[in-house]
């Protein structure tokens, strides 16, 4: 998988270099300090605050001048904290051009005078870090070092010092803001290419995620990768036992610098929030989205979810063939149950014809799961800031499904779990109380279902019942129902009307829970049977409207098994019994 991936990006390493990088590079927030070499002085030149906006993704003081160079020199002047040349993890730097702190340290007591002395002692002095002991991994970081040390030439010592005495003179009276947790971090104008060097002669004696693992085979140094992988006596289970060389992955010293700006490269993206990356190794492009951004063209190639940890982490990869960012055919998003078209629980432009992935995944976001779907197809259950227990619990079942469909058109299962769910959600709104909202959802249940198995519109089917429910209704003769469809629809219909009888502030809706999971029709008339005693001392008991729908109810005897979706159909609709002479003789 990542050897694909790789070979994408050298490519397009190769085409442009560093600065492939160094075009999406997002520094740590904090306050940058340039320090200018003057003769035999130093002067702080300017001082940048950089700060990323996570909601906007906007990067505070990237307009400024000078923010590609510190890019630049920021990127070479980081190393994993966890092998920081500062034993005490108080400076974060690998580099003597810079100098990295958290500015709390500067308040809390942590950086003191040794502290810096002995970071830049390790640094005029690399074999210190490496040779503190005789054993397997010292061995090799020295032998690592060695190779890049006669590949780079020593330290310049000189400059080392004078840059010690200027940080241990200035540190402590820079005259700035060293309020909050964030970095200040130093950095000394040298030309690029020392940066490079220095920052090199920390990363490659590093690289690796431990040097306990590296072997050599014909002068070629080979590793375990750092990136996403970890190995050490606490997890033996990683190892692979199977083989004669345990550890489970290899590479050698050069593939795993370039897998190291690789995945720098992804972190670039993951920081952004584009955490959906789509590779085609046919053109050599790779294109990145935030959640809810889907490709706008025919994708084949690789896709990689992000999340932004200490380090990027891979959490999902696939190969996609035949993405393709238009449905099939149009998806009808219609008005069944004629809601009124002022309501403002859904944007009423969410109805019509819609051709894109993007507009299904927009629906079925805001329709379905109150906008939750989008932020959340990765989010641990635990994290999940959700009150409604239907919601989640629905949405924990159906994200996998639903992501692998809108994000890499892998339509395998996509009807039966959103059948499932949408249905499951409407009862859960419904039992909340939330009527116009379980309408909409109808409405979508509905346009997904003729979306994906057509047959006879549900809107064309409630129209027809209520046309012939109409007319029973308001005969002065009692009538009877002709079939499942127009006694299931019924039952909601009494079910709202018995219901609106509440005296109580709020309707309990809740109440309807009994029919519209009704599965069998003898539990549910005795179930309507009790809800009419229930309510019966405020009924008009001489209203031929009810009279005839709870008689016509009473007698039916349905030949299939209990029709949810009517039921729920009937309950959400405009009431009949409500309904005035007006509208009676308009709809009539």
């Given amino acids: 998988m990542l050897k694909d991936c790789l070979e994408v990006f050298k490519t397009l390493l190769d085409m442009n270099g560093d600065e492939f990088i160094m075009d999406s590079y997002i520094p740590a927030d904090g306050t940058y300090v340039l320090v200018e070499p003057k003769n035999d002085s130093f002067e702080i030149r300017e001082t940048i605050d950089i700060r990323l906006d996570k909601k906007t993704k906007e990067i505070s003081g990237k307009s400024n001048s000078n923010f590609k160079k510190i890019c630049n020199y920021d990127y070479n002047s980081t190393l994993d904290i966890q092998k920081a040349l500062d034993r005490k993890k108080v400076i974060h730097s690998n580099n003597y051009l810079s100098f990295f702190i958290k500015k709390e340290s500067l ?5 003191t005078d040794e502290i810096i002395d002995n970071y830049y002692e390790v640094l005029s002095n690399p074999l210190m870090k490496y040779s503190k002991s005789n054993d397997l991994k010292s061995k090799n970081a020295t032998r690592i070092y060695r190779t890049v040390e006669e590949e780079l030439g020593e330290v310049d010592i000189d400059t080392l010092e004078s840059l010690r005495n200027w940080i241990k003179e200035n540190i402590f009276n820079l005259n700035i803001d060293i309020t909050g947790k964030d970095y200040l971090k130093i950095f000394f104008e040298y030309p690029i290419k020392d940066y490079e060097r220095e920052g090199k002669r920390f990363l490659i004696p590093n690289i690796y995620n431990s040097n306990e693992f590296n072997i050599t085979i014909k002068e070629d140094i080979y590793g375990l990768p750092n990136d996403n992988m970890g190995l050490n006596s606490k997890k033996p289970y990683l ?3 199977t083989r004669k060389v345990t550890v489970p992955y290899l590479v050698n010293n050069s593939d795993i610098l370039l897998q190291k700006k690789f995945f720098d490269y992804l972190m670039n993206y993951a920081a952004l929030g584009r955490v959906n990356v789509y590779i085609n190794s046919v053109n050599n492009e790779i294109n990145a989205y935030e959640n809810g951004e889907l490709p706008d063209k025919n994708f084949n190639g690789i896709f990689l979810r992000l999340k932004k940890g200490k380090e990027v982490e891979i959490h ?24 009124d078209q002022s309501s403002k629980s859904i944007s009423i432009q969410k109805y019509g014809n819609w051709g894109k992935v993007r507009d299904i995944q927009d629906r079925i976001n805001e329709v379905f799961f109150s906008k939750f779907l989008t932020g959340n197809y990765f989010t641990e259950p635990g994290d999940l800031s959700i009150n409604d227990g239907a919601l989640k619990s629905n949405l924990l079942l159906s994200r996998e499904t639903l992501f692998n469909w809108i994000y890499k058109g892998i339509d395998n299962g996509v009807f039966p779990v959103l059948n499932k769910v949408s249905l499951s959600l409407i009862k859960g709104s419904i039992e909340n109380g939330y009527i116009p909202k379980a309408s909409h959802q109808f409405n979508l249940r509905w346009s997904l279902i003729n979306y994906f198995k057509g047959g006879k519109d549900m809107a064309d089917i409630i129209h027809d019942i209520k046309d012939t429910l109409r007319v029973k209704i308001n005969s002065k003769i009692t009538d009877k129902l002709d079939n499942d469809d127009e006694y299931y629809f019924a039952v909601g219909q009494l079910v709202n009307y018995l219901l609106s009888k509440s005296k109580g502030k709020n309707k309990p809706h809740s109440l309807a829970n009994p029919f519209i999971n009704g599965k069998n029709n003898n539990e549910i008339k005795e179930k309507l049977r009790k809800l009419y005693a229930k309510y019966s001392y405020d009924l008009d008991m001489n209203g031929k409207r009810f009279n005839n729908l709870y008689a016509m109810i009473i007698g039916y005897l349905p030949e299939d098994k209990v029709n949810q979706d009517l039921i729920v159909g009937g309950y959400l609709s405009n009431n009949l019994i409500y309904e005035s002479n007006k509208e009676e003789r308009v709809n009539g």
Avoid at 107 to 111: E, I, P, V
Wanted: glycine content about 6%; hydrophobic content about 30%; charged content about 35%.
């Fill in 239 to 241: 190892e692979n036992k």
């Fill in 316 to 339: 999902d990869y696939d190969i996609i063939t035949g993405y393709k960012p238009s449905l099939t055919k149009k998806l009808e998003f219609k008005n069944i149950l004629k809601i």
């Fill in 107 to 111: 308040t809390n007591g942590k950086l």
